[in-house]
């Protein structure tokens, strides 16, 4: 009998341990749109996304995958072209209706903060900024990030130029209460069986 009680236990954990890290998997979103804002002449959204004293990098993401809270959000990007120049990026966010890039984009958003890139960085290696106090306030369909610097220009990847994938929003959602609930109602229902033996 109590090997059966045991073996419904180790069953039910199992479960409640999958379903919590089944809830609490990462959303990997891909950009609507990147490019880049130059200061006098235009726009581009074919190339890469372009960061330097003239020019400002624009990455457009969908928030149509977020459905749940969020407990941490990072933007990633990648280098295109070698070297960077510019190891200092600064970061600016805003929210928008749409995902079209349009002139009006350069010097658009809320300061976020400095982004120091990693010092040996080269091609397909990921750098990460933490988001996730601006993508909690998100309430639009889409989100901007600006990328700015006063050196360069250096060249990231984007949807049509990139060593393995584009720049890319990552969202971890906070796990259900009721999960953890049962998470940790069966490690002590566990310590519990184990300090009786």
């Known amino acids: 009998?109590?090997?059966?009680?045991?073996?419904?236990?180790?069953?039910?954990?199992?479960?409640?341990?999958?379903s919590c890290l089944a809830s609490a998997a990462d959303i990997?979103?891909?950009?609507?749109?990147?490019?880049?804002?130059?200061?006098n002449v235009g726009l581009s959204t074919s190339t890469y996304v372009e960061v330097?004293?003239?020019?400002?990098?624009?990455?457009?993401?969908?928030?149509?995958?977020?459905?749940?809270?969020?407990?941490?959000?990072?933007?990633?990007?990648?280098?295109y072209g070698m070297p960077v120049w510019?190891?200092?990026?600064?970061?600016?966010?805003y929210q928008s209706n749409d995902s079209q890039i349009v002139s009006s984009d350069f010097n658009a958003g809320i300061f976020l903060g400095n982004w120091s890139l990693p010092e040996v960085y080269s091609w397909g290696q990921d750098a990460f900024f933490d988001v996730?106090?601006?993508?909690?306030?998100?309430?639009?369909?889409?989100?901007?990030f600006n990328l700015r610097t006063s050196g360069g220009p250096d060249q990231f990847s984007s949807l049509e130029y990139n060593y393995g994938h584009p720049s890319q929003l990552t969202i971890t959602p906070v796990p259900e209460p009721a999960?953890?609930?049962?998470?940790?109602?069966?490690?002590?229902?566990?310590?519990?069986?184990k300090k009786h033996q």
Do not use: W
Not at 28 to 39: K, L, R, T
Not at 179 to 193: C, P, Q, S, W
């Open 1 to 18: 009998m109590k090997t059966r009680i045991l073996a419904l236990m180790v069953c039910v954990m199992t479960f409640v341990i999958a």
């Open 28 to 39: 990997v979103i891909n950009p609507a749109n990147d490019g880049y804002v130059h200061s």
């Open 52 to 79: 330097g004293d003239v020019y400002q990098g624009i990455i457009v993401f969908p928030t149509s995958q977020i459905t749940e809270e969020i407990a941490h959000a990072s933007l990633s990007i990648n280098p």
């Open 86 to 93: 510019d190891k200092q990026l600064t970061v600016y966010a």
């Open 132 to 144: 996730t106090q601006f993508m909690r306030g998100v309430s639009s369909p889409f989100v901007r």
């Open 179 to 193: 999960t953890l609930l049962l998470l940790g109602l069966g490690g002590l229902a566990l310590l519990r069986k």
